[in-house]
């Protein structure tokens, strides 16, 4: 599993209402060796429960004024995917990902308030 796999799994989820994803991760598995096929399994499962979190921890619209609020969402945004995937498989999911949004963040203004 690699930012691929990630990638796959985010379009199967905003491409899908609930029903026609379940069908299709259901044609997935069945494509898939048993083993395979329980991974991707509990891998929609974790990504499920990710994203209700992300959107009741990190709504979607909230603004970042400050270098420091973008490091703090960040900051929490990295910790609910080490909560749902573990340290390793977020890292092989969202690594580069968030190599790339640390350069952007260290380009964001400083605050000038105290």
Known sequence: MDEATRLDVEKLFS???PA???????????????????EFAALMSRYDHYQEAQFQQLPPG????SRADAMAQFDRLRALRVQYFGALLAERLYGAEEAQQL??????PIDPRP
């Open 15 to 17: 491409l899908n209402e």
């Open 20 to 38: 026609a994803r379940v069908r299709k991760q259901r044609m997935l598995e069945a494509s898939l060796p048993p083993d395979a096929a329980r």
């Open 103 to 108: 350069k952007l963040l260290a380009q964001f």
């Open 62 to 65: 909230e603004a970042a004024h």
